[in-house]
């Protein structure tokens, strides 16, 4: 295990198997579409989880991804600015972001409704982790693969200062990291 981390809380295999569980869910749900959905994720920690999540999909979709940030290392910083904007229009679509995590609510809920001021018909959104007692606006997802405690986790996607991304699995990391 990387020395950085002080405990894993999902393994790798615990992802895998519920993603398969979250892809069918939404397969259900989304089976009579009329157009492709767009599935949009958030770069850059949705990146593993998206993948994970679009190769389960059987229903015509489209991808497309959108960064914005709001995060100084351990810190939400309130405002969400959009780093790099869609490729293409969600006008009259439907639209499912991808999340790696929802922790304060502020990023996720001023993206759903920049989806909704560029016309999207409806919007929908799936986390890997939630973390309802860092919530501070209020706002949920639509689909949660894990509730998680109030911990700063890295792994599959998530980051301390662009790093650990690459870890197969989500894990504390030891705040004698952050603290230093
Ligand atoms: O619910 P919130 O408190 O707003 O936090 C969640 C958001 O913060 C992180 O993004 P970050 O800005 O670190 O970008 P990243 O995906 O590139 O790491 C994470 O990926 C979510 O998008
Ligand atoms: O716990 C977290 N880890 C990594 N990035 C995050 N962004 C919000 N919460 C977290
Ligand atoms: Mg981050």
Request: hydrophobic share 40%; glycine share 6%.
């Amino acid at each position: 295990m990387n020395k950085d981390i002080e405990k894993v809380l999902i393994s790798e295999e615990e992802i895998s198997s519920r993603c398969r569980l979250l892809a069918s869910e939404l397969e259900m749900n989304y089976k009579d579409l009329e157009e492709p959905l767009l599935i949009v994720g958030l770069l850059k920690g949705s990146v593993p989880f998206m993948a994970e999540l679009m190769k389960r999909f059987t229903i015509p979709c489209e991808i497309d991804f959108m960064k914005v940030s709001s995060y100084v290392g351990t810190k939400s910083v309130g405002d969400v600015k959009i780093n790099k904007d869609l490729d293409h229009t969600c006008d009259g679509k439907c639209v499912l972001i991808v999340e790696d995590i929802i922790d304060t609510g502020k990023t996720i809920k001023a993206v759903k409704q920049m989806f909704y001021n560029k016309g999207a018909k409806d919007v929908k959104i799936v986390a890997l982790l939630d973390k309802p007692e860092g919530r501070q606006v209020d706002i949920e997802a639509d689909y949660v693969g894990f509730t998680i405690p109030n911990e700063f986790v890295v792994g599959y996607g998530l980051d301390y200062d662009q790093k650990y991304r690459n870890l197969p699995y989500v894990g504390v990391l030891s705040p004698s990291v952050y603290t230093k």
